[in-house]
């Protein structure tokens, strides 16, 4: 609770940057990194890393009821399919990253390939905002207008209208995999009666509801060194990490005393057992991507106020308005159907999704159903081991798989 919307603003932000940067060598500025980073392929994600592997892959769009055009690919079946109808199975990434995160590794150590070989119909979603869903039915990226959304809208319509889609188009009801702030937003769908009658099962790997006890050398040092919303602070409606702005913003804090940005990726999400040089070299080239500044301002609430609730507006007669009270409402957990199948997956080094905060959703979660809460504790990762660790097929996806093979 003791961090302020601004540190968590950056540590969200650092959070995604530093995979890309901290085995890339810190030594020379966050700008030059940021030049490496800037390099990402024009190429669909399809093309770029799953039809090279011999896989199919189709690129489709989604828009949803507030008219962002969404990117998403399906990789219908492995390399060795039976032809029998497969259950789905839809992919959701995190905060200022998209869907290509999960495919970095070979494809017989990255989730997606290793359930389309497993019998499963995968769905990879992108988010508003990201590389390929930078569209609109009627505004323009340039348009801060088009930025005017946090993960409100994600769960009242990105979420939806991908799960709505997916439905249609199989005809089944549908498996989700979501990271890290893909956790979040599901949550707070399925909280307040959206997605029950279509999701089948769910798999969280470092959940998020609960930021409270997050803390980190460079958030604390965010913390001290700045005061008030991000908005105050760059006054930009897009969040752009590849931005001169927030490459000052950075060096400024890395300048801080105390404060060691040799390894972000340690600094703030904890120390990643398990990550090759190669793979985040691909991921310099690919992330991070932009994101709402409103977004991460909600995020920096949730850490402030310690609840999960709606935006705040910040002002009590503008919280009316748009709520018809005084304060925003809140996401109740305990609304999730008791009967949903989870499985949850958390490490002893995630300084992002803490222990302490991942014990308090469990608690939440401890009126579910005899045998449908499945709990995976493994000490050594950290949160980008998730999606990015060599060993995470062994260690996480085989269970991920079985899971869903149990659901079917």
């Known amino acids: 609770m003791a961090a302020t919307l601004a540190s968590f603003c950056l540590l969200v932000l650092v959070a995604a940057l530093a995979p890309h940067r901290a085995y890339a060598s810190i030594r020379s500025s ?162 307040d009666g959206k997605l029950v009658d279509q999701m089948k099962s769910a798999a969280l790997l470092s959940p998020i509801a609960y930021l409270s006890h997050m803390n980190t050398a460079l958030g604390v040092a965010a913390a001290k060194a700045f005061v008030g919303e991000i908005t105050t602070l760059l006054g930009l409606a897009e969040f752009n990490p590849k931005g001169e702005p927030v490459a000052q913003f950075l060096n400024a804090l890395c300048a801080y005393p105390g404060v060691d940005c040799y390894d972000l990726l340690e600094a703030v999400t904890g120390k990643n057992c398990c990550l090759n040089s190669s793979t985040v070299d691909l991921f310099l080239k690919n992330e991070p991507q932009s994101t709402s500044t409103r977004n991460l301002v909600h995020l920096a609430q949730t850490v402030r106020d310690g609840v999960l609730a709606k935006y705040n507006y910040g002002r009590p007669d503008f919280n009316l308005m748009h709520y018809g009270k005084f304060s925003p409402p809140i996401y109740n957990l305990s609304n999730i159907p008791h009967n949903l199948p989870l499985f949850l997956s958390y490490g002893g080094r995630d300084s992002l999704s803490d222990i302490r905060d991942v014990e308090l959703l469990l608690d939440i979660l401890k009126l579910h159903d005899v045998g449908k809460l499945t709990v995976q ?30 659901q079917q």
């Open 30 to 191: 966050l700008g030059q990194k940021r030049a490496a980073a800037a390099a990402a392929p024009s190429v669909g994600i399809c093309a770029s890393s799953v039809l090279v592997y011999g896989y199919q892959c189709q690129e489709l769009q989604v828009t949803t009821q507030d008219g962002y055009i969404l990117s998403l690919q399906r990789i219908p079946e492995g390399r060795h399919s039976n032809g029998t109808k497969k259950p789905p199975v839809l992919i959701q990434h995190g905060v200022l990253v998209d869907g290509v995160t999960w495919l970095l590794n070979s494809p017989d150590r990255n989730l997606p390939l290793i359930l389309a070989d497993n019998g499963f119909d995968v769905w990879i979603a992108n988010t508003r905002g990201t590389r390929f869903s930078r569209r609109h039915t009627s505004m323009d990226p340039s348009d801060p207008k088009f930025w005017n959304w946090s993960w409100d809208e994600l769960v009242a319509f990105d979420l939806p209208a991908v799960f709505d889609f997916v439905y249609s188009k199989t005809g089944q009801k549908v498996n989700y995999v979501g990271h890290s702030l893909g956790t979040l937003f599901a949550l707070a769908s399925l909280s």
């Open 377 to 406: 504790y493994i000490k050594d990762y950290a949160h980008a081991d998730f999606i990015m660790g060599l060993n995470a097929k062994d260690i996480v996806y085989n269970q991920v798989t079985a899971f869903f093979q149990q």
